[in-house]
């Protein structure tokens, strides 16, 4: 017999039978011929065509060695040309390849886990699927344990996470305000990543690592703890008002940042804006020196601290008037205070001023004093700063004085008479002749209230006789003095 080029022989039984096995047939139409030998003489040819058909289980499978690293491994077989070859099939990580014309077949199988991996091989034809062939594949872990330091910049309320893990992994960050961070492992096997505007107080990281869908269980803790922070304070008094006992404090601080300056008056506070300089007028506070001291403080951190020391003027130590000279309105004033300060007595819009001595006293005349009760004010000054006020009332009396008046000159030529007297200063004289007309006078403000005037009007020939009386200067009358001139 001969196939294929191959020849087969058999021999014929005594019942005239015979049998062959032919081997390597392939699927489909298979030619074979047949001739009969015997004692020399050959047959004609028969031929005959044995069709082989494709079954099921025709197929093989084999693996090659695991790619650890990678978790995949190559597998290849033979099968019925056209056929689909299902590995895995109905799992999440199901791979079909098809058999080519050659009978080959060739597919990549990934996502295996670390240990032995079962992969079940079928053949479907015609809508059939065969039984499977079940390879077994062992994969080495090649993953590196996970590692992680949190290295924290306070200033910036940030942290930057760096560590080591399996190349090609994907390292996932949870903070524990619930913020997720993610980054890819290098092929160095390094990782890092960065938290920023992290709160106040401590942030846990809850790391781990994934390698291809795999989360490992050797994930990793880390944590920082931001505390407050608070910049340099300055302070410094710029303006003092004794008068008030108030100074300004000015400085520069941290934008945000409370200022509190303490003294004698207990607290005062401010926020420092976003320029960084604040300013607040700290009042109530007592006479001569004290001390303050000013502190910020944000989210529970405070800065330096800064001393320093205000100075309120007190007033005056003393103030008296030492005389009143009411007649020419002059009040001479002394007093003591602090030396080398000045001192400043005003009445209305009027102020002069004094200088203490080195022995503490001082003295000031003040002019133009007018009758009555005139309200001084007395102040101790240094520059434009001025303690508080002293009142120091004083009041300029006119003396009174008893009114007298008689006749003193006359002049016949001109019919007019001189009087002289004494009288309450600034009262008013009239003369008041028999006709009825009144010549008047005001006595000078003197301490003698001493007055004199001609009465030029009214006068006759003969014998005249005048009324002369006071009027003071709230308008009572004085009783009359009558007096006598003859003119020719």
Known sequence: MTFEGRKY???VQEDGTWTRELTNLKRGANAVSAIQVIYGNT?????????????????????????????????SGTGVPGATIHLRPGSANATTTVVDAAGNWRATVSNL???ENIIPVHQ??????????NLYVSVVSTNRPLTGTATLNNAARSAALVGTATPGSVISVVLSNGTKLSTTTT??????????????????FSVTQTVGTETLNDGITLQVEVKATVGKLTAKISSTTSATGTVNVTGTGTAG?????????GDKTVVVPANGNWSLDYSGLPDEASTLVAIQRLEGAESNTVDF?????????????????????????????IPGYAVRVTLGDKTIGSIVGADGTWTRQFNDVPMGTNDFTIVQAKGTDISRATALPVELTIPTIPFTAKLWQYSNSTLQARYTGTATPGSVITVTTEDGTKNTTTVPMTATGAWNFWATSGYKSGKNTVTITETTADGVESAPIYSTVTFP
């Not at 650890?68 to 597998?75: F, I, L, M, P």
């Not at 479907?124 to 062939?133: F, H, N, R």
């Open 9 to 11: 022989t058999a021999s």
């Open 43 to 75: 047959s004609d040819p028969v031929a005959t065509t044995i069709t082989l058909k494709a079954m099921l289980e025709d197929f093989t499978a084999k693996a090659a060695a695991a790619n650890d690293a990678a978790r995949t491994v190559e597998v």
């Open 113 to 115: 886990i670390v240990g």
């Open 124 to 133: 479907e034809l015609d809508g059939k699927m065969s039984a499977p062939k």
């Open 187 to 204: 092929a160095a096997g390094n990782w890092n990543t960065s938290a920023t505007n992290l709160p106040l107080g401590v942030t846990v």
């Open 257 to 265: 940042a409370t200022v509190t300056v303490s003294g004698p008056a």
């Open 309 to 337: 020391s205000a100075f309120i003027i007190p007033p005056v130590t003393s103030a008296k008037v030492d005389r009143i000279a009411s007649m020419a309105g002059t009040v001479y004033f002394s007093g003591t205070g």
